[in-house]
């Protein structure tokens, strides 16, 4: 039993030291966020192809996104809102609502002095934009949901 | 004597090299496998896009070339109802409305009719008309009708 607890002992010092020094190298790669593999995704802004997204950018404070009007349908757009999981979360001026929104043609929208949400120069961000609308042509107007996602690094 | 230390710093060698092989393989496989499991989920999300597009068009179209037959005309489409899919139901006669769940939320996907569309009476509630069977996932057969000089009748058989 002696013989066994002074094994045991003598494992733990000679790899003790091991398990803490890849431990403290994991921690500090971690850390140092070399261990952050969604920096190698690409970049993407993903809609439903009726508001299909052309193009962005995340030039802080600003959130700019390019959409097209894919319905085949003119429609009034209520509601634009964007957000993301960080707490607090990311707080934007949206754009004017409510527009007309005309088919088949493109819109560039700025989500303008945002804060918060974790939207820093140099930061990885996933955020969601949110579109409500009616089709003008609808008799009783009505409002649907589109949601769209952005996921890019801010500079 | 020296006979078994020899053999312990032979199996010592041995661990160590094992060790290092499934570190490495360990490095390589997991970031890997989470960038792949992240292009798939965003992939996914786009099929299912198409797919439904490709339902909600075929079904608007058909409508419309059907109406246009003239009244008692009917066809029968066969087509596959992606998953995430949660709703489908027809407004106002004139728009034919997916509910959608992707990993950022559910959205709508509209598609809009030349032509006035209706289903079975018991599924309607003034103007909204629930089509339940097009809100599960697989393929269905749908038929689709001009029942009077008004409008097309979409119901699954």
């Not at chain 1, 070399?34 to 193009?55: A, E, G, H, M, T």
């Not at chain 2, 079975?120 to 269905?140: I, M, R, Y």
Request: hydrophobic share 40%.
């Amino acid at each position: 039993m002696g013989k066994n607890g002074q094994a045991a002992l003598e494992y733990l010092t000679t790899y003790g030291w091991a398990f803490i020094t890849i431990s403290v190298t994991i921690g500090a790669l971690y850390y140092f966020g070399v261990l952050d593999f969604s920096k190698y995704l690409p970049q993407n802004c993903i809609f439903p192809s009726q508001l299909r997204c052309l193009d962005f950018s995340l030039r802080v404070p600003n959130v700019n996104v390019k959409l097209i009007n894919n319905l085949g349908e003119d429609i009034k757009v209520t509601s634009m809102q964007i957000t993301n999981d960080a707490t607090p979360p990311i707080s934007c001026t949206p754009p004017a609502v409510p527009f007309d929104w005309v088919h088949a043609v493109e819109k560039d929208f700025i989500f303008a002095s945002c804060s918060g949400g974790a939207y820093l120069s140099d930061s990885r961000v996933e955020l969601k934009i949110s579109i409500t609308y009616y089709a003008i042509n609808t008799p009783s107007n009505p409002v649907h949901l589109i949601n769209g996602k952005i996921n890019g690094r801010a500079i | 004597m020296e006979e078994p230390y020899k053999v312990k710093a032979s199996k010592g060698q041995s661990s160590l090299e094992y060790l290092l092989v499934i570190a490495l393989t360990f490095a390589l496989i997991v970031p890997t496998t989470y960038l792949f499991y992240n292009y798939s989920k965003e992939s996914s999300q786009e099929i299912t896009d198409a797919q439904i597009t490709k339902v909600g068009r075929g079904i608007v179209d058909t409508a419309a070339l059907i109406f246009y037959s003239g009244q008692g005309s009917k066809t029968v489409l066969e087509l596959i109802i992606p998953d995430n899919i949660v709703s489908a139901e027809i407004i106002d006669g004139r728009e034919l409305v997916f509910n959608m769940t992707t990993s950022f939320g559910v959205s709508e996907i509209v598609f809009f009719s030349s032509v006035n569309m209706t289903t079975a009476t018991s599924n309607c509630n003034a103007n909204v008309c629930n089509l339940p069977d097009l809100a599960s996932k697989g393929v269905k057969k749908v038929k689709i009708e001009a029942i009077n000089k008004d409008s097309s009748s979409i119901t699954t058989i």
